[in-house]
């Protein structure tokens, strides 16, 4: 099964989940593809002591999965955080990406 999973939050928890089914998904066979939208493109820089979303990242990027950040969503951050897209370390996206993923993919997520 091919999962597109959307990130459209910067909530510690739910990014940490977002990114375990992610990587459940890499444990069980399956593939999954991570967007970044809104929000999400700050995952990077949640920092929480109870849900270690930057782990998960990095297992995720282990696994061999594919992890797109919006760019214009980086873009409208830039000047308050201006290494976010050093920090996602992942290709940049667009509208017609996340559009291509829905319509690729078995299964489609929001988180």
Not at 38 to 66: H, L, P
């Amino acid at each position: 099964m091919k999962l597109a999973i959307i990130i459209y939050s910067n909530d510690a928890e739910t990014i940490w989940n977002a990114f375990r089914l992610a990587n459940t998904a890499y444990a069980f066979d399956d593939e999954s593809t991570v967007f970044l939208l809104g929000k999400g493109v700050e995952s990077a820089s949640v920092d929480s002591i109870k849900f270690d979303v930057r782990e998960q990242m990095d297992m995720f990027r282990k696994a061999g999965g594919r992890m797109i950040g919006c760019g214009v969503c980086c873009d409208t951050r830039e000047k308050e955080m201006p290494f976010i897209k050093d920090d996602l370390d992942c290709e940049t996206g667009s509208m017609r990406t996340l559009l291509t993923l829905i319509k690729e993919n078995d299964k489609i997520l929001t988180f």
